[in-house]
């Protein structure tokens, strides 16, 4: 922002107004940034100068070799996590990491229940499986097991691989479980 641009146009002539205009357009713009990364540090989702905070609040293990978004997911499945486990409560946790979109299918009789992630447009990483399978297991009961599954398809399921091998985008859609 130019500040001499909101002054009356006689001060535009004026070299000395122009130099000061200069530095405090220098100055507010600072304080513009400065005060853009304080209100986006106050979001777990847009933190990333005051993780290990938002991880020693949470009680949970400061690494600093993971990535931002490993660790805001883990923070965030750790807030949305808290209380007594349910199901929602353990979706709600899951979609705090990147592919985590998932249900539960429970087992009951078996004692277990299965996280089938059904995010059709990516799964997530390897990072964050590791950190989905931390956080269901601080989560869920003690007595209950757990598996994971992925929905998925791709091009190379169709007979052919081609386009023209008679199947319907309908076939492609429908998913395989793995």
Known sequence: MDLLSLLP?????????????SILTGEFTDILNGLDSMINECYVSTASNILSR???MHGIKIDVSK?????????????AGTGTCTKSMLINSLKAFPGGGAEIVEDNPNSQFTIKFNDYY???????????????????PAHLAFNHTFTYNWWGMTDTGTWDDGGTWDDLRNYVEV
């Open 67 to 79: 990535s931002n978004d490993t660790r805001r997911g883990k923070i965030m499945a750790k807030m």
């Open 122 to 140: 990516r799964v997530p990483a390897d990072t964050s499986i590791t950190e989905i399978h931390a956080i269901t297991e601080e989560l869920k």
């Open 9 to 21: 146009s006689y001060y535009s002539e004026n070299v000395t107004m122009a130099e000061l205009q």
């Open 54 to 56: 938002y991880e020693k």
